[in-house]
């Protein structure tokens, strides 16, 4: 990954506006985290005694690129890309799971990084719903991410533009 790609910013919609205080999508300051993230099926993803972030329990998840499996713990702050778990290659197609019911994760939307791009929901509410998630995408080493609330984003992460 070249330091180009590292840089990026998180910006939030509507700096002003608080999620919705029925889903565990929250904000403090300036800092967008999930306080809880599930599944399709509506297990939470944190799990107990998985790695945590600045205090805050991370998001587990079994990822698998077709040959190794293991799971990957991400930090639940919205534009902190710190990963705890397996490593790939930059580029490589996962498929992400629930590590609890091990069910793929939804495809949610297209990622414009590659044409394999995808980003899937962890949802803030414990079922499946088209309004209250996080989106992530499964290209490893992608930082595009976005949060929305109440069927609107409310914050994303973009890499800067290339100059
Ligand atoms: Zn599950
Ligand atoms: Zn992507």
């Known amino acids: 990954m070249t330091d ?7 910006v939030i919609r509507e700096p002003d506006r608080k999620p919705s205080a029925r889903t565990a999508l929250k904000k403090e300051e300036q800092q967008v985290y999930l306080a809880a993230a599930y599944c399709p099926r509506g297990d939470n993803l944190m799990i107990e005694g998985a790695p945590s972030f600045d205090g805050r329990p991370g998001i587990c998840l079994e990822v698998s690129d077709g040959k190794s499996e293991g799971i990957v713990t991400l930090s ?13 290659p930059p580029g490589t197609v996962l498929t992400l799971r629930c590590p609890v019911c ?3 994760l939804d495809p949610i939307a297209p990622c ?8 899937v929901a ?13 989106g992530v995408c499964r290209v490893w080493g992608c930082l595009r991410s976005f949060t929305k609330d109440s069927g609107r984003i409310l914050s994303e992460f973009r890499p800067e533009p290339q100059k």
Do not use: W
């Open 122 to 134: 962890l949802y803030t509410v414990p079922k499946r719903s088209a309004q209250n998630f996080a």
């Open 76 to 88: 639940p702050l919205h534009g902190d890309h710190r990963k705890v778990g397996m490593e790939f």
């Open 112 to 119: 414009t990084c590659s044409p394999d791009g995808m980003f």
């Open 4 to 10: 180009e790609e590292k840089q990026g910013a998180l």
């Open 102 to 104: 091990h069910v793929e």
